[in-house]
């Protein structure tokens, strides 16, 4: 399954980005708070963020800041992507 946003992400030539925290959260550690439901990475950065049943939101925040469409999951054994602009998994 994909969208539009995806398109780039499906190339065989396209790398998945270098995850900038394996430790969680990189916004909500950056100010001291480790309380998240699930974890995102961004397909385009690489940026770790939590999910939009956590406190901070900041996958759904870093999606619409940076315009950056796509995230999948970063947690164990899930790999399915989310599509911030469709509002659906691709």
Do not use: Q
């Not at 901070?56 to 619409?64: G, I």
């Not at 999951?73 to 992507?81: A, I, K, L, N, T």
Request: charged share 25%; proline share 9%; net charge negative.
């Amino acid at each position: 399954m994909s969208c539009p946003h995806t398109a780039s992400f499906d190339r065989p030539s396209w790398t998945e980005p270098t995850p900038d925290s394996v430790e969680g959260c990189y916004d909500c550690l950056a100010i001291n708070e480790n309380v998240w439901a699930h974890l995102r990475m961004c397909l385009t950065c690489g940026h770790v963020a939590c999910c939009d049943s956590s406190p901070h939101r900041h996958a759904a925040l870093h999606a619409k800041e940076r315009d950056h469409p796509v995230m999948r999951s970063f947690e164990p054994g899930e790999v399915w992507r989310w599509c911030y602009p469709d509002d659906d998994i691709v």
